[in-house]
């Protein structure tokens, strides 16, 4: 059965920082990853998939690498900003569906 | 091309009563996927269909919960004799049936059950 972890769950950084989250998985049997943001109350806004043959995607300030045999993927966020503040969560496809992480919550201070 | 559309947005049913949530995939997609987001915790799949097939329904409570994809119309999912447990966001996504990136799921704005 596939467990997605996120670390950290929360994290709090001011304005212009780099920063970096963390995905794990523990079934390397993917089709592909995808990072997500959702605002609170809202829904989910894809922010970048990769595919299991690819190493990582870029938009913008957003950077995502995947190790797949390893288990592992990083967003990386350049220069943070606060409309960044968000909960972002990582979710990996296996088959049909999609299995998530619990997210991390951001909080980027002005 | 209008994305994964769902309604009601926010639904509000008493103990025991029907909930029907609607979900129109985007143009041209023919798979439907519905996820739960319960209170404070992550999104879990519930099943996977497509046009008149349910493909996956390992993730939907045997008992009160149903979903379908007719021919014609969007994907409903209906809970029946709802209890305050249902409570919870209901997201639908989409993909393409075939074509790249493949299996990306496009997900619309949830719809927001509350039990009373």
């Known amino acids: 059965k596939q467990e997605v972890t996120q670390i950290p769950a929360a994290l709090s950084v001011p304005e212009g920082e780099n920063l970096v989250l963390n995905c794990s998985f523990t079934d390397s049997a993917i089709y592909n990853l995808q990072w997500f943001r959702q605002d609170p109350g809202k829904g989910l806004t894809s922010l970048l998939l990769?595919?299991?043959?690819?190493r990582e995607q870029t938009s913008g300030r957003l950077n995502a690498s995947l190790d797949k045999s390893s288990g592992r993927s990083t967003l990386y966020i350049a220069a943070s900003q606060p409309g960044d503040s968000a909960t972002y969560l990582c979710?990996?496809?296996?088959?049909?569906?999609?299995?998530f992480g619990e997210g991390t919550q951001l909080t980027v201070n002005p | 091309n209008a994305g994964v559309m769902q309604n009601p947005r926010h639904l509000v049913r008493r103990r025991g009563q029907e909930a029907r949530l609607r979900c129109s995939p985007m143009k041209g997609h023919s798979h439907v996927y519905w996820y739960r987001q319960l209170p404070e915790e992550g999104l879990k799949f519930m099943v996977y269909l497509q046009k008149e097939n349910i493909i996956d329904e390992s993730g939907m409570p045997k008992e009160r919960f149903s979903a379908e994809f007719p021919k014609e119309g969007p994907s409903i999912l209906r809970i029946q004799q709802v209890v305050r447990g249902d409570s919870a966001a209901y997201f639908c996504a989409s993909s393409p049936s075939s074509g790249a990136p493949a299996y990306e799921q496009y997900f619309g704005p949830g719809t927001r059950l509350t039990v009373t």
């Open positions: 990769i595919q299991s043959s690819q």
């Open positions: 979710a990996v496809e296996g088959g049909s569906r999609l299995t």
